[in-house]
């Protein structure tokens, strides 16, 4: 069965720190996304990429960075986490483009104390 | 500026009983809009898709209307059960492309009880 998994599912933080949160995904699609989700807010795109060694900017992509090294893998970088970037993040992968029907991983609790 | 509102924000119901969401967005152009299930701590699932101006899906106990000249769309569940305590979320696409977006309502939050 196709699926998106990300690891970890959950993470603490430190202020300042570096946080890595991976994607992975069997479902064969080209597109792969980054979202953050607040409490009381809807989903919000950070990066996608539509090929490998390649990743695009979303809507909110300051302090983050993407890697996409393979089709089936996407990272997320905080290279200095901050308290602000407490939130759940979800990986999503789609066939085509980022209109199209997105799949979603279970996401990633990440707390930056 | 947010372009997805769903009410209620939340609701409880009991098992059997039938409940509306509501979602009312100002995205334009609007090529489709999609409804999500959230169950808690886990990712979104896709229920339904609506195309068309005035559309109308079923999808065993859910059904969903779209009313693409009001920006307008319910998703009705019928007999809920308990297992149907969720988020569900609104999120409209505004383009049928690979350049398009997707925007994301906030969710209402279904619970059921006994």
């Known amino acids: 069965e196709a699926a998106v998994t990300q690891s970890p599912r959950s993470k603490v933080a430190v202020t300042g720190g570096k946080v890595t949160l991976s994607c992975h995904q069997t479902n064969n699609h080209d597109y792969m996304y980054w979202y953050r989700q607040d409490t009381g807010h809807g989903l919000r795109l950070i990066h996608y990429?539509?090929?490998?060694?390649?990743?695009e900017k979303g809507d909110i992509p300051d302090g983050y960075k993407a890697s996409r090294p393979s089709q089936e893998n996407f990272s997320l970088i905080l290279e200095l986490a901050s308290l602000s970037q407490t939130a759940v993040y979800f990986c999503?992968?789609?066939?085509?483009?980022?209109?199209?029907?997105?799949?979603f991983g279970p996401g990633t609790r990440l707390t930056v104390l | 500026k947010t372009q997805v509102e769903q009410s209620p924000q939340s609701l409880v119901v009991r098992q059997g009983e039938n409940c509306v969401l509501q979602?009312?967005?100002?995205?334009?152009?609007?090529?489709?809009l999609r409804w999500f299930k959230q169950d808690t701590g886990k990712g979104l699932v896709s229920l339904t898709v609506l195309v068309d101006q005035k559309d109308k899906t079923s999808n065993g106990r859910y059904s969903a209307t779209l009313d693409k000249d009001a920006k307008h769309s319910t998703l009705h569940i019928t007999a809920t059960l308990l297992d149907d305590t969720a988020t569900y979320i609104c999120v409209v696409g505004d383009r049928g492309s690979a350049l398009g977006r997707l925007h994301f309502g906030a969710g209402t939050q279904l619970i059921v009880i006994p």
């Open positions: 979602c009312n967005y100002s995205v334009t152009p609007d090529n489709h």
């Open positions: 990429s539509y090929v490998a060694d390649s990743t």
């Open positions: 999503a992968s789609s066939d085509w483009g980022l209109s199209y029907e997105q799949y």
